[in-house]
């Protein structure tokens, strides 16, 4: 069993910078792929970023790459998103999740989700 908990949305302007976090609790973390997909108003959830449990193998949406970048650091059971350039494309509630497959095709655990609004 794994649960998860995001922090770190926010609000932010066009071109700004944040950070997300999750927190995962349970033993077994460091065997999932960890990663984070989004939701935005009135869409259905896609994916965003991917790392697997070695950080040997990222995944990102071709609509974040070069903007974004996921790490995780399994001593501390946490995962990363580090968002820069964010556009106001990017608003969304963003989801922590944890899974397998090279893009987390399939997905065991969400968290609850944190809101990240970019104004324009």
């Known amino acids: 069993q794994v649960q998860l908990v995001e922090s770190g949305g926010g609000l932010v302007q066009t071109g700004g910078s944040l950070r997300l976090s999750c927190a995962a609790s349970g033993r077994t973390f460091s065997r999932y792929t960890m990663g984070w997909f989004r939701q935005a108003p009135g869409k259905e959830r896609e994916f965003v970023a991917a790392?697997?449990?070695?950080?040997?193998?990222?995944a990102y949406a071709d609509s974040v790459r070069g903007r974004f970048t996921v790490s995780r650091d399994n001593a501390k059971n946490q995962v990363y998103l580090q968002m820069n350039s964010l556009e106001p494309e990017d608003t969304a509630v963003y989801y922590c999740?944890?899974?397998?497959?090279?893009?987390?095709?399939?997905?065991?655990?969400w968290g609850q989700g944190t809101q990240v609004t970019v104004s324009s």
């Open positions: 790392v697997n449990w070695s950080a040997g193998v990222i």
């Open positions: 999740a944890a899974g397998e497959g090279y893009r987390l095709t399939k997905t065991d655990y």
